[in-house]
């Protein structure tokens, strides 16, 4: 009777896991199919002339083919998501895995309209979706040569909660990464033409920067593209107990985010910018960054070594309670979600500035140039690299949460240590998102000081309500002391 009540609750919470990754995972991609398909790739028609209509898809008068691929794959992604949306509550599609089959579905439409929709090349649509192909054969090649030693523990409850909650972040991070990779792709920095180029190389619904700096546009257009691809084929093995289960013990899912937050980096260092020196600016920010945080680590393992040669251990370090766990479990978690979701919303605004940016040439400004570089320059310049440096921060907690490679005797000490750390990151993170808000949201200094202002407010009014609640909470203390000891009197 136990054993069936034991195996009904088991039931119930892989259905409740299956539940909740189908109905994220519909959400978001319902989320940015539905946007995609309202704002298309190559941008809109501003005129009627020359047999199109203002308002009409560029891409859909240009390249009729690549445009019908890319509507098609994007429409069966968002119709298919919003189906599972609305079954979600059926058990019996749920435990049948047939919503999680629409989900691959789903996540295959997407790579289909990326790569339909975010070049203008055949090659390189077939190269971004061999990207893909290429993550997923690492990943069973990786498995295969790091885990030919690993025996499976059996009935090992503890293992099987840690890759648990290891699997939990690797998709949370795989989920939001392919979102803003997927609409970046699609609306590249510095916009689309809006009219063939003079000497014809370009045509409208082209990106600009492609036509401004190729290179920098390449660059742009294979890191965020391996991104993109990293996350998906992350997600296909994150669906999958039976390939998600070695892939986290070989560490082979870390090595894939690793590289995909490289990637993003790269990304938003080419295509935040169109000049060259802020872009090296930008990468130095991120090795300092990397440096400073390999720097603390290696101070980490120098004390541990030598404490380990002044007092060798006698005996097993016991592990801590559960309630630690459960602690430290909670602080990871809650800083992997801040560092993504500040990661995202960095990235989207880093390329795609406050104010826009130039659509031509024509006004003697550079296409493709942020408005406000041109117009605000002290403004723009305390918005980018603020907003710089709270992305770069964020990419640097995210990668220090992923690694387990230190012993489990180990772990607690370091998870300790580098848990501070990540706590003073992220602070400086969201200060540097403040800044970045503060200078872009408005046009003038006085509306930055209120920004500012209101901050330093809102900071007094949590100062002054911990307060008043400390003083309260002595005072109720103090009566009750009193009250117990008038009852023993």
């Known amino acids: 009777m136990k054993m069936r009540t034991l195996m009904r609750i088991i039931a119930r919470e892989a259905l409740d896991k299956a539940r909740s990754l189908v109905l994220l995972l519909a959400t978001l991609a319902a989320a940015i199919t539905y946007a995609a398909g309202l704002d298309p790739p190559g941008g809109l028609w501003q005129d009627n002339s020359n047999g199109h209509m203002a308002g009409d898809p560029i891409l859909l008068t240009t390249n009729l083919a690549r445009y019908r691929a890319f509507y098609y794959c994007n429409s069966v992604a968002f119709v298919a998501s919003l189906v599972a949306i609305v079954l979600v509550q059926k058990e019996k599609l749920v435990k049948h895995h047939a919503l999680e089959a629409a989900m691959i579905l789903v996540l295959f439409g997407l790579i289909g309209a990326y790569a339909a929709g975010s070049c203008r090349d055949v090659n390189k649509s077939i190269y971004a979706m061999a990207l893909a192909g290429a993550v997923l054969i690492y990943v069973v090649i990786h498995i295969v040569f790091f885990t030919l030693d690993h025996k499976d523990k059996k009935d090992d409850a503890r293992e099987d909660l840690l890759l648990e909650k290891r699997r939990k972040r690797l998709l949370l991070f795989a989920i939001l990464a392919a979102t803003i990779t997927y609409q970046a792709g699609l609306t590249p920095p510095g916009g689309f033409l809006l009219q063939d180029d ?9 990106p600009v920067l492609l036509d401004n700096y190729p290179r920098r546009y390449n660059a742009f257009f294979y890191c965020n593209s391996i991104s993109f691809m990293l ?18 013990r070989s560490n082979a899912l870390s090595v894939c985010t690793a590289v995909g937050l490289l990637c993003l980096m790269g990304a938003y260092a080419t295509g935040s910018t169109q000049h060259l020196k802020t872009s090296i600016y930008i990468i130095v920010l991120a090795v300092v960054v990397l440096l400073v945080a390999a720097g603390l680590l290696l101070v980490f393992l120098l004390k541990r070594h030598g404490n380990s040669k002044k007092n060798p251990p006698s005996a097993p370090i016991k592990q801590k309670d559960q309630k630690g766990e459960r602690k430290k479990h909670a602080r990871r978690k809650y800083l992997m979600l801040l560092g993504i979701l ?20 024509d006004s003697g400004y550079e296409a493709g140039n942020p408005v406000m570089h041109d117009n605000r320059r002290p403004r723009y310049l305390v918005f980018f690299y603020s907003n710089s440096i709270s992305f770069v921060a964020s990419i640097v907690v995210i990668i220090m949460l992923l690694p387990q490679w230190l012993r489990k005797e180990q772990q607690g000490e370091w998870e300790k240590w580098s848990l501070r750390v990540m706590n003073w990151t992220i602070r400086l993170d969201l200060f540097a998102l403040l800044g970045a808000y503060a200078a872009g949201s408005n046009r003038g200094w006085k509306t930055s000081m209120y920004v500012v202002a209101l901050i330093i407010a809102v900071l007094g009014y949590f100062v002054i309500h911990m307060k008043i609640s400390t003083c309260l909470e002595r005072r109720r203390k103090k009566r009750d002391a009193e009250a117990a000891m ?3 009197v």
């Open 231 to 248: 996350s998906i084929a992350l997600i296909i093995l994150l669906v999958n107990p039976n390939l998600y289960r070695p892939a986290i």
């Open 486 to 488: 008038g009852i023993i």
């Open 198 to 206: 003079k000497l014809g190389r370009h045509h409208a619904g082209d």
């Open 342 to 361: 500040v990661a995202s919303v960095a990235y989207q605004a880093g390329l795609k500035p406050p104010g826009g940016t130039w659509q031509s040439g």
